[in-house]
């Protein structure tokens, strides 16, 4: 293979194929199709399971889960058993947000160019937070929380609260207007003290002014007319003696009379004066600010939840996704400007959020086959093209690029929930009915009786043993372990949706049949890809279990890639003639690596891709 003095390794996630053919035959994409013929392109067969937590994990160390240890978007604490996020691990301090562990527990490409003293730098990667020091810069992507610890909460101001029945309680703030003027707080981290954990807040009015709305905070005084946002706005939030954080937010005013509705986007680290360690120096948040203005800090700035709860609409997420993608252009070029060898590592995620969102508007055919792509979709895509030429037209003969993305897409219609199956099926029994409560009431397994309990399912696709000696209630013998999971895959494999005679559930893995490393004893039990049109539900990830093991998916997430891995492949595409029929995920860091000249490291699972040869 030749060697290259420098290596761009762009990721796109969500990039899908048959997406990418059906855009470059129309002539529409035509940067991917120079890309194609140049060197190679095809589909990438991805991991299992196709989630982008354990996808990008994979990606970037060359190995399975077991070796990587992320198995899901969401993991469990076995001897409570209470599910946690993967890709934002807390530790324990002060702030409840001030300690982080870094979730991949095995080298990435990152770290043994670090150990060969190649210059490398890495941005915006899936599951790099904390920043981890490397020889180069980091900047941490999905992962990084706000400032209240979470992945992100939005918050809305109403004084007509039943008008916004889906927003959940936690971001949803009555605001009393009397004579067009309202006194509020803005909510920021929990903070443990002598007394107790409490909540930061920071004192805020509401005016109107004719059809406007004032607002001000934290020293900050802005004006917005209905359907405008805001510029960034510093809030600074006191967390102690002497102590404060600072965060970044945006306001958009949806309007302004009779109901007053204004959104508030989540707390989001301050570039300028980081609260998490996002970035690796450092100061390079701060430096990167300076270089191109404040910027969206969060793993997954995409507010998809408000979305989801009709607390924006589509064209406020749009342009909301828009201004993110721009952000994301400003960033690559400051690094590619600067870029001299080595790697750089750079990921754009808000094909991902796009295609979630708006999905449904696709038109499709009797087999969920795209017919034809809804605007939103179309233009992201060609957007992205347009970038893609943008930087071709700039590189030098020296430089390799790949093009990747972890996977693609397919239609959500149908929830399939797991642990409604396991009650339905005697596996697991419930202290009482979920019929009539909300998915607060049903999460974190609160209504599981663990001592008639079986089997449970805890994240997007995973599935548990209730196994004595390892859960803190287990019952299940681990001599009878195996007996179980096989009957457990009989019993799905004969279940059918009534409505259409269809197998909600496509894949059953036993994780000794796909997993093997150091990691391994930390795998679920069993791994389900469900069959596209369906997707595990929204309150088996989080402990709960509704009513009815099957339900119709009435959310704007409509789009989904958490099914057989077979049926939503990522893509490939590079300058370098590679043979990629069979490429896979595990195959791009030690393609990366030998590009420049090294080895994966011994626990590598991927192989370098071959080069064709000439004729």
């Known amino acids: 293979m030749t060697r290259y003095d420098k290596v761009i390794l762009l990721g796109i996630d969500g990039l899908d194929p048959r997406i990418v053919t059906r855009l470059r ?139 916004a029945p889906d927003v959940p309680p936690e971001s949803l703030t009555e605001v009393d207007l009397i004579d067009g003027r309202a006194q509020t707080i803005a909510q920021g981290p929990s903070v443990r003290g002598m007394t107790g954990t409490k909540e930061a807040t920071i004192p805020m009015t509401l005016k109107l002014v004719g059809g406007r709305a004032e607002v001000s905070v934290s020293g900050n005084s802005l004006t917005l007319a209905p359907g405008e946002w805001s510029d960034w706005v510093r809030l600074e939030f006191s967390v102690g003696p002497l102590k404060k954080i600072t965060s970044i937010v945006k306001f958009y005013l949806l309007q302004s009379r009779p109901e007053f509705k204004l959104y508030m986007t989540s707390l989001e680290p301050d570039p300028l004066d980081p609260a998490v360690p996002m970035a690796s120096p450092t100061e390079y948040a701060a430096d990167l600010a300076r270089k191109i203005g404040l910027y969206h800090t969060l793993g997954m700035p995409e507010d998809t939840k408000a979305l989801n709860d009709n607390a924006i609409t589509p064209e406020m997420f749009a342009q909301q996704c828009g201004e993110i993608t721009e952000e994301r252009f400003s960033m690559f070029w400051h690094e590619f400007e600067k870029f001299e060898d080595g790697v750089l590592a750079f990921v754009f995620d808000t094909s991902d959020r796009i295609q979630h969102m708006f999905w449904r508007d696709n038109k499709m055919d009797e087999n969920l086959s795209v017919v034809q792509l809804t605007p939103y979709i179309r233009d992201h895509y060609i957007l992205m093209d347009a970038f893609l030429g943008r930087l071709l037209d700039r590189m030098g003969p020296d430089t390799a690029l790949i093009v990747v993305s972890d996977h693609g897409f397919t239609s959500f219609n149908t929830c399939f929930d797991l642990n409604a199956w396991l009650v339905e099926e005697g596996f697991m029994t419930l202290t009482r009915t979920p019929a009539g409560l909300n998915d607060d009431e049903v999460a974190l397994y609160r209504l599981v009786d663990w001592s008639n309990t079986m089997a449970y399912g805890c994240g997007f696709t995973s599935l548990y043993l209730n196994l004595k000696g390892r859960e803190g209630n287990g019952i299940v013998a681990p001599s009878e372990a195996d007996r179980l999971t096989r009957k457990i895959a009989d019993r799905i494999r004969q279940y059918k949706d009534a409505r259409t005679g269809n197998s909600p559930v496509d894949l059953l893995a036993r994780r000794e049949d796909i997993y093997s490393g150091p990691e391994f004893e930390n795998a679920p039990d069993m791994v389900l890809g469900t069959a596209p049109g369906y997707r595990m539900s929204w309150q088996t990830p989080i402990g709960g279990v509704a009513e009815n093991v099957l339900s119709r998916n009435e959310r704007h997430w409509a789009g989904d890639h958490i099914v057989d891995p077979a049926t939503v492949p990522g893509t490939i595409m590079s300058n370098i003639a590679f043979e990629v029929d069979n490429a896979r995920v595990i195959d791009v860091a030690p393609t990366t690596l030998a590009l420049l000249g090294l080895q994966a490291g011994e626990d590598c699972d991927g192989q370098p891709l071959s080069v064709r040869k000439s004729l």
């Open 25 to 163: 035959a129309e002539g529409a994409a035509p940067n991917f199709d120079r890309l194609w013929r140049q060197g190679c392109g095809g589909a990438l067969r991805t991991v299992t399971p196709s989630q982008s937590p354990v996808v990008w994990s994979s990606m970037a160390t060359g190995t399975n889960p077991g070796k990587h240890g992320v198995f899901d978007f969401i993991h469990r604490d076995p001897k409570r058993p209470l599910p946690y996020l993967s890709v934002c691990q807390r530790g324990s301090g002060l702030l409840k947000s001030s300690k982080y562990v870094q979730p991949r527990k095995n080298a990435a490409f990152w770290n043994i160019l670090t150990d060969a003293n190649v210059p490398v730098s890495v941005i915006r990667w899936p599951v790099t937070f904390p920043a981890e020091q490397i020889n180069g810069r980091m900047f941490s992507g999905l992962g990084v929380p706000g400032i209240r610890g979470t992945l992100g909460r939005y918050s809305f101001y109403t004084n007509a609260p039943a008008s």
